[in-house]
């Protein structure tokens, strides 16, 4: 498992990058959806490069964690340890300049469920989501968690961890999920915090980054 502080420098690094990146294209950066693209592919090239920056083992991207089920969809970056089990995976979303909060916000869940299936099933030490968006985003985040359970989970304070009961995942609007393959035993709650941060301005632009540790706690149990 990889100290915090070796953590927070690697995001801290890949935050500088993509903010000269961001200076770099000016006006361009902007610009959406086809920002999101680069964007979200290069700070998953910058936080590797960081990542594996003094380390000896190996620091990849596209990296799937099992043969099957979810976790047989490639996680963004992955960094391997001595033993079988790779010490930290990290999926990556990127909110873009005018994009939908709401259907972001789904997607960054998806990979929090995404992540607390790997760290429960072993398939990795440390798991963790990095969610980068705009300061609107972070602002309209608890107004739209306080109807919605399970939100919370994106929007942990910086000295407090959120927890939340897998049950929220039996309503109708997680169906989505399910259909695509998300495996229906969870544990009993999941859980997050962040375990590092980063922010990213330019005239143009401005993202906060948080990385948030994910894990589950207590038994499993089908959620559907």
Do not use: C
């Amino acid at each position: 498992m990889l100290e915090p502080e070796s953590i927070q420098a690697a995001l801290l690094a890949a935050a500088g990058e993509v903010q000269a990146l961001m200076n770099h294209l000016g006006l361009a950066a902007r610009s959406a959806p086809a920002t999101k693209l680069a964007f979200e592919a290069d700070l998953r090239a910058f936080l590797r490069k960081a990542l594996q920056f003094g380390r000896a083992e190996l620091v990849s991207m596209e990296t799937n964690l099992a043969s099957s089920g979810p976790l047989a969809q490639p996680v963004d970056v992955v960094v391997a340890a001595k033993s079988r089990v790779p010490q930290l995976a990290i999926e990556v979303q990127w909110h873009a300049r005018g994009e939908d909060h709401a259907g972001f916000a789904n997607a960054a869940m998806a990979d929090v469920v995404k992540m607390v299936v790997a760290r429960t099933n072993g398939a990795v030490e440390q798991a963790a989501v990095l969610v980068g968006a705009p300061s609107r985003f972070w602002r309209w985040l608890p107004g739209y968690a306080e109807d919605r359970p399970g939100y919370e989970l994106l929007g942990p304070d910086a000295d407090t961890p959120a927890s939340v009961k897998a049950d929220f995942l039996a309503g109708s609007s997680w169906d989505g999920l399910f259909q695509a393959g998300m495996e229906r035993e969870l544990p009993d709650r999941l859980w997050t915090s962040v375990l590092a941060g980063a922010d990213v301005r330019s005239p143009w632009a401005e993202t906060e980054l948080r990385l948030l540790e994910v894990k589950g706690l207590g038994n499993t149990k089908a959620v559907r």
